[in-house]
């Protein structure tokens, strides 16, 4: 019979076969599967990703739900993912649903940083995650609260005036001294010791982040395509070498840490995670396997990954907007020196007390928005969301920087105005509807309390003891170009400044 039906086909006939499975395959590619919202027609292979490289991803999310809706599905590669661009639909997915719609991508560029979805932030809900998840809680609760945060931000305060001071009234850029600031916390907190300025290690993790974020940008092609990534192009290998010097730098840290440790003398994050693996081994827990050279590494590279970008990012836009509002930055000068004065420096306890500066810092937040679409989640299940079904394994992306610029949650969201986080008795208000820099729901930022009281005295102690202004002659081109930045983690700005001491 096969034969037969072999032997009858024709010339004409075989081209319509390949042509109708072609038109399938192309079909099956593109068509939306039943249950996600609308969006704009995918195209084989590539989804929409051409719509995405226009300009900053949540401008180009923001066009699209213009024309679709606040919830709308696109495809990015292979992959089918939902945009929810108001904050109804976030909470209705991260707050009301957190399980199910706490799962990580698979990008093959989050692989193999993670060395195989070994973090915290890359990996998947599963049980190990929770466990490194806790150990880092508990590391940060101990190193990095109260007096103890205190401590760790007043020891990097003399190197940071020192360098605003060797600047003698000459323009610069803070980003370098705010980026040391932040970084010496950090390492002092997951290593346990800081740097000097200057010191090439020191250098090395700060180029680490800004060549990462450079060479990432929106991810590269095997991130949307896997197959690709076995035939890896010049900025996919860019990304490996990058990942693959951090990973042997943070190893020789990892080892220097093994020679010395001492169970009686826990003193920082790496010293809590060995202190897990020893405690796991003694008492012959399933937890082992959890808790393997790599899982350890990897957890220590997280935090200091997730907690050193954003949070000088941050700190860069603040000093700019207050040179920007210069009659803001005087109020806040006022409301420290009445406050706390000069003679300490601002604590943890001070919040609170500083309403005004308070209010700026998180308006900086809001306005500068430093991962402005989040980080991705996928749906671990199929999870109905609105009127839609949400396939198992479908991206979640939530368009903070929509939330954050929409009007109705903020009135003149495009303005600049701390009075956003001030209510009608001159109180800070924390958590207004629309504020969401951290995100929310199982996956919510790790270090979101550590981040808010180390800017919070960072950025008091700036204005306490600095005034920051425009180079001469710059009056009135100071420009934060604030379209700048496409990818996950906006990049530092670019601007010059003055600095004075206050006396
Ligand atoms: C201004 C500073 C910061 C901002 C704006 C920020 C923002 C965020 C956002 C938006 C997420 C994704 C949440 C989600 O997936 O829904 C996140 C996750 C995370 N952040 Fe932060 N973060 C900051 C500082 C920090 C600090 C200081 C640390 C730790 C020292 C930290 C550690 C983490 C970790 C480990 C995750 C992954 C959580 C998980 O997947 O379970 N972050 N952060």
Redesign the pocket.
Known sequence: MLEYLISSLNTSTIILLVVSFLIYAWYKNVSRPAGLPPGPVALPIVGNIFELTKGPLHEEFNTIAKKYGDIFSIKIGSNWCIVLNNLELAKDA?LKKPVEFAG?IKAFTVEYVSQGFND????SYCPR?KLH?KI?HSA?RHF?SGKRLDQLVHNVLPKLSRALDETEGKAFDPKEALGVAVYNI?AT?CFGHDYSYGDPKLQFWIDFNKDMVRALGNGVPADFIPILKHFPDPRTKGVMKIADSWHMELGKEMKAHREAYDPENVKDLIDCLMKEQENAIAEGSAKVDSLTETHLLQTVS???Q???N??T??LHWAVALMVKYPEMQKKVAEEVDRVIGRDRPPSVDDRGQLPYTEACMYET?RYSS??PV????TTLEDVALGNYMIPKDTWVV?N?WAIHFNEKHWDEPNKFKPEHFLDESGGVRQHPEGF?????????????S??KA??FILFSWLFQHYTFSVPPRQEGKFDLKLDLGSGFVRPLLEYDIVAKKRF
Do not use: K, N, Y
């Open positions: 991260f990580r915290i932030t890359g990996a995650w998840r880092a940060i990095a950090l907190m997280d935090l200091f997730a907690g050193t954003t949070t990012i941050t937040l430093v991962t989040g980080v991705a989640h939530v903070q969401l820099p951290f995100s929310f729901g199982r996956r919510v930022c790790l270090g979101e550590f981040a180390e800017i």
